[in-house]
């Protein structure tokens, strides 16, 4: 019975067969070919056993493993590597059939190769999450056939194996490297000129042409016998919080992932680059109510608190209340604060009916609300028109993209700071707000 489970016919043998009935339906014309049908026949039958006793004979034929990342990453390519060895004495021939999670609804996965005996041999392949989440892999399957092609044997390994899918740790990681390397600048983020300075002192360095004349020491001037100026930093462990709007407008598509999943991994990796230069970093997640808040805490560790918090974040079908939010920071965030608030508003009667709470927020805190440009109708507005209906489309397309606009306007008229971005450069425009309010030392 288990040979029967693992016996499978290998598609040349259907090849053999045609050829067999090819030469059975020619034999009505010419009388000799029947004899030489029945031959072939026998031939193929002894070929078939003959390659069953070949793949079934070797116990262990083939050696398979599959190895998975401890987490993967959301959005991001993640890697699988198979590795497997063959114990039969030719080379074998291999068809791999990995049973990949639902999620990714792809059942056509396959990959064919040969395998000499006792080489160790790897393949692997790539994988693009676009939800948090346990994904399941299944059974790794091999179809091994000998150089007869008759039948192919199957093995089975690495059943049912469950991999946690992360908000995207390797967009962390890759920020985090450039952070530590003062080398932000290679993704497009900007230092912005400083307007004054802070007042946390770093250190008394000598003047050279170009230092703030105000910043003289006079009393290191007299003792040193040349010129000294204070250096200031900007100041450090100020608490900076990621608010997420986990309401059914952050439920909107782009490029297969949420809105939500967008400002889940831009959060993570800028709560890593703020941990780096030593702000509190903390979270609160909002909707009808506050489902997630942890406190800002400047602690490395305190990363691993907010990669857990934030992989259980899911949207809601209900519009968020900000009023809920209002109330809450007002309470439990007692120090001004910096809030980068991740939200989106497609009309204007939308944000003017949240433009109280945002007053509110914003008189207290540096408040900094971030929403998503439409790229497919800044993609429509610039298509060349061609007929009636295009230009109506384009018309319509103008007006939602102007509209984005003067919402942004309508914060900035009230003294609240902006962001309005595609979601694919969230991350990077986000980090680069951050660096320019440290900069002006608007905190």
Request: charged share 20%.
């Amino acid at each position: 019975m288990r040979l029967l489970k693992a016996l499978y016919i290998h598609t040349t043998f259907f090849w053999y067969l045609a050829v067999l009935c090819a030469v059975f339906i020619l034999s009505f014309w010419i009388k000799g070919l029947y004899p030489m049908a029945w031959v072939g026949t026998l031939l193929l039958a002894a070929l078939f056993l003959f390659d069953v006793y070949l793949l079934f004979a070797t116990g262990k034929g083939v050696e398979a493993d599959r190895s998975l990342p401890r987490k993967m990453s959301n959005s991001d390519p993640n890697t699988v590597h198979l590795y497997f060895t063959s114990s039969y004495p030719f080379s074998t021939g291999m068809h791999i059939i990995d049973e990949l999670p639902a999620q990714f609804q792809k059942r056509d996965f396959g990959h064919k190769t040969k395998a000499a005996k006792g080489v160790r041999n790897h393949f692997q392949y790539m994988v693009r999450p676009v939800d948090r989440g346990e994904y399941t892999f299944g059974n790794l399957n091999i179809y091994a056939s000998s150089p007869l092609r008759v039948i192919k044997r199957r093995f089975t390994f690495n059943q049912d194996q469950m991999v946690p899918v992360y908000p995207s740790i390797i967009q962390m990681q890759q920020y985090d490297f450039l952070a530590i390397h003062n080398r932000l600048s290679d993704l497009g983020l900007k230092k912005i000129r400083r307007i004054g300075h802070t007042q946390e002192f770093e250190q008394i360095k000598d003047y050279i042409p170009g230092d703030d004349v105000r910043t003289l020491n006079w009393k290191a001037t007299a003792k040193r016998n040349q010129l000294m100026v204070n250096q200031y930093q900007d100041e450090k462990s100020q608490p900076v919080y990621s608010v997420i709007d986990v309401g059914r407008v952050m439920k909107m598509p782009f490029d297969g992932l949420k809105l939500l999943d967008y400002a889940i991994n831009s959060a993570l990796a800028f709560s890593n680059v703020a941990l780096k230069r030593n702000d509190r970093t903390g979270l609160i997640a909002f909707s009808k109510s506050i489902s997630t808040h942890v406190p800002a805490v400047q602690k490395i560790t305190h990363l691993n608190t907010l990669l857990e918090k934030l992989y259980n974040i899911d949207t809601a079908f209900t519009d968020a209340d900000f009023g809920i939010l209002y109330g809450h920071v007002k309470r439990k965030v007692t120090h001004r604060s910096l809030l980068l608030l991740y939200t989106n508003f497609e009309h204007m009667s939308a944000l003017k009916r949240q433009l109280p709470y945002l007053l509110g927020l914003s008189k207290k805190h540096v408040l900094v609300v971030i929403f998503f440009e439409n790229t497919e109708l800044v993609q429509l507005v610039s298509n060349p028109v061609e007929g009636l209906q295009d230009i109506y489309h384009k018309t319509i397309a103008e007006k939602f993209s102007l509209e984005k606009k003067l919402m942004q306007k309508e914060l900035q008229k009230y003294g609240i700071q902006t962001l309005l971005t595609p979601p694919d450069k969230l991350t990077v425009n986000t980090i680069n707000k951050y660096l320019e309010i440290k900069a002006r030392a608007l905190l």
